[in-house]
C-alpha cells in the first residue's frame, strides 16, 4: 500500500473513497465535516439520515465507519468515521487508530482502491498534530502488511492535510515509520 501526501483540499482530491472526520450525528458540522457535506451537496445528507434512521438510531461510535454517496465529490463514496476527543488523562489512543483500521476495512468492503484521510480528530477535537500524524500513519502502515480479507483492494492512501504545520508533522511521521 502506498502512503502519501497531498496537502490542500480533501473535497477536491480524486480517490475512490474520501474520510470524513465525522461527528456522531452523521448530520453535517464545522471544519472537515462541513466541508465534505457542503461540497457533496445534499445526496451525502440523505444517505446519512438513511443510516440514522435505519442503522444508528444513537449515532455513529467513536472509532468506527460507514459509507454514503459521495455525492458530487470526485470520489465515488464518503467514509464517515468519528475520531475521539484528546484528553490529557485518558488515552485514547486506541480508538484513534481504529478510525483509520475501520476506514480502510470499510474501503476495503467496498472494493475502493485509493483512500484519502484529513488528520481525525487533530481539528476542533483537540488532538495534537505530531500525535495524530504518527498514530495515522503507523496505523495505516499496519493494514497494509495485514494479510485476509480486511486488507482488501486499497493500494493508495492519501493524507491530506489542512495546514502547512499538519503538512510537516505527517511528513516527519511518514519519515520516522519503518
Avoid at 482530491?13 to 448530520?27: E, F, G, K
Avoid at 457542503?38 to 438513511?50: D, K, W
Amino acid at each position: 500500500m502506498e502512503l502519501r501526501i497531498e496537502p490542500g483540499d480533501i473535497t477536491r482530491v480524486a480517490v475512490d473513497a474520501i474520510v470524513n472526520a465525522a461527528n456522531s450525528t452523521l448530520l453535517g458540522g464545522g471544519g472537515v465535516d462541513g466541508a465534505i457535506h457542503r461540497r457533496g451537496g445534499p445526496e451525502i445528507l440523505a444517505a446519512c439520515r438513511r443510516l440514522r434512521e435505519e442503522e444508528l438510531p444513537e449515532g455513529l461510535p467513536a472509532g468506527q465507519a460507514v459509507a454514503t454517496t459521495a455525492g458530487r465529490l470526485p470520489a465515488r463514496w464518503v467514509i464517515h468515521t468519528v475520531g475521539p476527543t484528546y484528553a490529557k488523562t485518558i488515552d485514547k489512543s486506541e480508538t484513534l487508530a481504529s478510525c483509520y483500521r475501520e476506514s480502510l476495512r470499510v474501503a476495503a468492503q467496498l472494493g475502493a482502491g485509493s483512500v484519502a484521510f484529513p488528520a481525525i480528530s487533530a481539528g476542533v477535537y483537540g488532538w495534537p498534530m505530531d500525535d495524530a500524524a504518527r498514530i495515522a500513519v503507523q496505523t495505516c502502515r499496519a493494514m497494509a502488511t495485514e494479510v485476509g480479507p480486511d486488507a482488501g483492494p486499497v493500494t493508495s492512501v492519501v493524507f491530506v492535510p489542512f495546514s502547512d504545520a499538519a503538512e510537516e508533522s505527517f511528513r516527519a511521521a511518514l519519515d520516522a515509520a519503518p
